[in-house]
């Protein structure tokens, strides 16, 4: 079977989030409900959804999820684990056996927490340590594959239709205060467990309709700092372009919008407000190979919030509509009704214009 | 007058159902049912609640109502007849459409009426009541597209770049345009008395079904886009 990276994938894929501005807590069937009026947008390669807010009871551990491919690969990896965390809780995902869902690898999470001695020894920050293990995992053990690795969140990704993957994950059992969803549509590939949407690393997740043509320019640059990517999607860079900007380097989710969407040169000179070009021209000039071009809608999900940005030129479609405290967003308004018939203020953001929605402090 | 009930129906179930019947029909429940109507003749239809992408794509001479917004790709390549729009639709409305006509009574997303062309007595036309995105009327090669801007909150009447490789047919923008900027290979200019009655024979339809009365319509001034046959549409997007 072909791996991803052997060949090239056009996708169309759906995605659809949810969000309480409350923090008040959703059921995971809904955001699987909302993936069915759209299931022509997927082709049954590849399905997947991320929660946060779904592990109050062990929010202070990284919930690290993992494919397998053998029993032997699960206890070289635990090794590894034990040597750089304490895991205070390793587990089987319950998974409902469906016949839409086949071929499953071993499907395992762990609750852990970095060794400080280790940790002081390598001189490293807690999530620069967990990143670090990550990305090694992923790029040195074969048949071993870390899927999510966020604090109090945690990402369910398979090769199926998005709600039949729902399902086998058993969504209805988890409660977030918010929620994103994919659906796939790789056109010539065979398509595999880990090549599902959402791409995550620490709590950062991604999920995304398009295909980006500036994949290889930003994967060498992010590449740079330690980043690998090791399943040659173009999901995956905008993932670690995410992490850079916002914790390597500390830009807003405004600027880090404005540096991977960025309004063209001309947009630019014609802003009255100068602090605002000023900085427009900064960003473009600090972060040239972070430009990201092709057609996009994504899904942003971090601890505490979300936010949707289409590339800037609006080749994919994106939808935002509410309803009290929730936000809706969807590639299509039909996702948003099935999750609330009544909500309101439909409205389509424009090209680059990012849609940051945050849970209230204290709330999550 | 035949009533289907969408809950449980897909595309192709209820584009079966409506070719099945002679009479006039009304779905309720749609949500997000791709290709309603796609390629029909003769047919009223009306629909309540959000029909999918490409609704009456190849229409061929039907008339639609919606009692909700649209998708994207409402009209795609249209042919004749008229779809009616209570709500907003998304984006690319009309991609590539070359007869009949869509109103929209609340606002357009991207790309609206994009490659729109005519032929002989096939003259599309679209009426957008509220305000249109980026890249209205790109690659535009015939027909006529209306943008009203009406109750849009101080909104800019239309996004970034429109007009873009546009080389033929008309836009009239209900604005003075102060704020926006066209490409070279177009002109754009205050809409003339021969314009203003051009413009009176294309709302009326959309004041009856939109109860509006036209003077009203007609009372702010209006800009006219047409494309300067000397000065041709060169490039957009390699020199970003």
Known sequence: ?364 | MEIIDAKTLDYKAINEALRRSDDACTIQNCCGQRFLASGMSQKDLTIYGIPGNALGAYLNNAAITVYGNGQDAVGDTMNEGQILIHGNIGDAAGYAMRGGKIYVKGNAGYRAGIHMKEYKEKKPLMIIGGYAGSFLGEYQAGGVIIVLGLSRNKKRIVGNFPCTGMHGGKIFLRDDCHDIKFPEQVTARPASREDLDELREYLSDFCSAFNYQIDDLLSAPFTVITPDSKNPYKQMYVAN
């Open chain 1, 1 to 364: 079977m072909k791996m991803e990276g052997q060949v090239r994938i056009p996708s169309g894929c759906a995605i659809s989030a949810v969000i309480s501005r409350e923090g008040k807590k959703i059921s995971g069937d809904i955001i699987t409900n909302s993936m069915k009026p759209m299931h022509d947008r997927s082709n049954g390669l590849g399905g997947g959804f991320a929660g946060y807010g779904i592990y109050p009871d062990y929010k202070d551990f990284y919930a690290l999820h993992m494919f397998f491919n053998s029993r032997d690969t699960r206890k070289t990896c635990e090794a590894f684990l034990k040597e750089r965390f304490e895991i205070v809780q390793s587990e089987i995902i319950p998974t409902h056996k469906i016949p839409a869902i086949k071929n499953e690898p071993i499907i395992w999470r762990y609750f852990v927490a970095p060794l400080r001695s280790v940790m002081s020894s390598l001189q490293l920050e807690e999530k620069e340590f967990v990143a670090k293990c990550v990305i090694r995992i992923n790029d040195e053990m074969p048949g071993a594959y870390v899927f999510s690795s966020g604090k109090n969140m945690g990402t369910f990704k398979a090769v199926g239709y998005p709600e039949d993957v729902g399902l086998f994950y058993r969504l209805e059992d988890y409660k977030g205060y918010s929620w994103t969803a994919h659906g796939r549509y790789p056109t010539n590939t065979p398509g595999w467990w880990g090549g599902a949407h959402p791409f995550t690393l620490l709590d950062y997740s991604i999920v995304h309709n398009g295909e980006i043509s500036s994949y290889d320019a930003n994967r060498r640059f992010v590449e740079m700092f330690g980043y690998k990517c090791t399943l040659q999607t173009d999901t995956e860079v905008i993932t670690y372009i995410m992490d850079y900007l916002l914790r390597v380097q500390e830009l807003t989710l405004e600027e880090a919008a404005s540096v991977i969407a960025a309004p063209f040169w001309s947009t630019i000179s014609a802003k009255s407000d100068l602090e605002d070009k000023k900085k427009h021209i900064f960003l473009r000039t600090m972060f040239p190979s972070l430009l990201v071009t092709g057609p996009f809608s994504i899904v942003f999900g971090f601890n505490g919030g979300l936010m949707a940005l289409n590339d800037r030129l609006k080749l994919r479609s994106m939808v935002v509509g509410e309803k009290d405290d929730k936000v809706f967003i969807s590639s299509e308004e039909a996702a948003i009704r099935t999750m609330e018939p009544n909500a309101e203020n439909i409205w389509y953001p424009a090209g680059g214009e990012p849609v940051i929605i945050k849970v209230k402090e204290g709330a999550f």
